[in-house]
């Protein structure tokens, strides 16, 4: 029993060091840092609607004729086989099928997701693209190659920008600068302007190219920002 109670007193006393755990940081300080960027994207993807159509006198263009002109369009302006790829096909289920015997009024459609690495790519296959075959081309998509090498080196000028807010925080209050607590990463900005990058029935800026002279335009740029939130000890 005696044994007992002592073991018991011993883990009372255990638990009441720990609760008196003094804090190693009693003070402290919160600060943010940026950093961000501007890049011309190097991936623009593009989704490009294709479908049968009728032609006077000739009646209709069937959709692999439509197919073949347009891949080998894409073969003419180097695109390598690894850029297009099928995004949609409407027109190739047995349903479909059946319902056309029944009637000529059905088309048939396929869409076609390119991926180009600037936009005077993307300026010669739209010359080349079949008028009335074509029923939209847009832009749904842009990154660039080296972007995971930009994100990281935004998030490490954003830690320094932090450090140096910090520093000169704490001089104003006669404190120095000390270890960092915590680092957080609340998230990153990514913007870009889509708006002026939609284009139907093949205007994609032609009327900015004309206006440049002939000249290259170029594309629009993406925005990246971090925001970084770091915790120092004062000293």
């Known amino acids: 029993m005696k044994k007992l109670l002592i073991t018991f007193a011993f883990g009372l006393l255990m638990f009441g060091g720990f609760s008196q755990t003094v804090n190693p940081f009693p ?3 919160n600060v943010s840092g940026s950093s961000e960027m501007e ?35 894409t073969k003419a302006i180097g695109l390598p086989d690894s850029a297009v790829t099928i995004a949609q096909y409407e027109g190739t289920n047995y349903e479909w099928w059946r319902k056309k015997k029944k009637s000529d009024e059905l088309m048939a459609s396929i869409s076609y997701q390119i991926k180009f690495t600037n936009s005077k790519k993307m300026d010669e296959l739209v010359e080349k693209l079949d008028d009335d075959a074509t029923q939209s081309f ?11 090498e930009y994100r990281k080196q935004l998030k490490i000028q954003a830690v320094k920008a932090a ?24 998230g990153e900005a990514m ?14 800026k032609a009327e900015e190219a004309e ?4 000249a290259d335009v170029e594309f629009k740029k993406i925005k990246l920002r971090f ?6 000890a004062l000293k």
Do not use: C
């Open 27 to 29: 003070k402290t300080i």
């Open 227 to 232: 925001e970084i939130n770091v915790v120092f």
């Open 138 to 148: 847009q832009v749904v998509r842009v990154s660039h190659s080296k972007i995971q």
């Open 191 to 204: 913007t870009f302007d889509y708006r002026n990058l939609v284009s139907n029935n093949m205007v994609y």
């Open 163 to 186: 450090k140096e807010k910090g520093a000169y925080l704490a001089a104003a209050i006669d404190e120095k600068l000390g270890e960092a607590v915590t680092i957080t990463e609340p």
């Open 39 to 73: 890049i011309v994207p190097d991936e623009i993807y593009a989704v490009i609607v294709l479908k049968e159509y009728e032609k006077r006198g000739t009646g209709k263009i069937d959709l692999e004729k439509i197919k073949a002109a347009f891949l080998a369009n």
């Open 211 to 214: 206006n440049a002279g002939g």
